[in-house]
Each structure stands twice: as C-alpha cells, then as structure tokens.
C-alpha cells in the first residue's frame, strides 16, 4: 500500500509531520498513522498559549483500536489548535496533511527541524 508522504514536511519516527509555513510549524500526524490507528472517535489537543518541548508529548489520539500519545515535532508556543477535530476527528483519517491538521508552534528553534526525518527516510522506516 502507498501512503502519501509530502516532502515540504519533516516526521518524526512517532509519526507526526512538521511543515514550516512563515512564522510557524503546522503539525498533523501521518497518513500511515491514522491507517494504522483506524477510525480516528477523539483527539485531544493542548491549549493556545502552552509551550511544547521536541519530543514531548502534547496530546492523545484515540481510535476504534487504539489510544495512542502524540509527540512534538518542534519546541515552541501553541499558537493555534484545528478546534473543528473535537466535533469532526475523522478529518484526521480523510486528510491527516490537510484539514486534519492538529496544532500550529512558533518554534523556539527552526534548527529542530533538521533533525525530522525527511519524506524519504520516513518512507523508508515504514517500509
């Protein structure tokens, strides 16, 4: 099975993808994630205004088969959270790039984002 993997985002190897976009990151989780969760039923997300570390957890996902943590690509402050995942989180499952994007960073540190995996080496671990 093919699973989109967008080169303009970094992953981590927990499968969450960053893409820088102007003054912040956009974090969503991966397509190969949410196949492999099923029918995504809640999401919970942190606040605006809450500071993430690299590699920490900032929320949960739950579905059908599995209630799983999710990680921070990048430290910084929440500057938004996709609220229309706690009515709808299956736009997790029909578009984990676009509309269901979870929460956007300001990054303390733009050079975090070189040590994400790139598409091709993401690819490559979930072959």
């Known amino acids: ?3 989109e993997i967008p080169d303009d985002c ?3 190897e927990t499968h969450e993808w ?3 976009d ?5 974090v969503g989780i991966t397509d190969f994630a949410q196949d492999e969760l099923g029918d995504v039923v809640f ?3 942190p606040e605006v205004g ?3 570390e690299q590699d920490g957890e900032f929320g949960v996902i739950e579905s059908i088969k599995a209630v799983s943590d999710l990680y921070a690509p990048v430290s910084g402050e929440v500057t938004a959270v996709n609220e229309e995942l706690f009515d709808a989180p299956e736009l997790v499952n029909e578009a984990p790039f676009g509309d269901g994007w979870m929460l956007e960073v300001a990054p303390d540190d733009e050079a975090e984002l070189d040590a994400l995996l790139s ?5 490559a671990q979930i072959a």
């Open 22 to 26: 102007g003054d912040v990151v956009r």
């Open 119 to 123: 598409a091709a080496d993401y690819e």
């Open 43 to 45: 999401v919970e997300l």
């Open 50 to 52: 809450d500071t993430l």
């Open 18 to 20: 960053a893409r820088h």
């Open 10 to 12: 970094g992953y981590l």
């Open 1 to 3: 099975m093919s699973f």
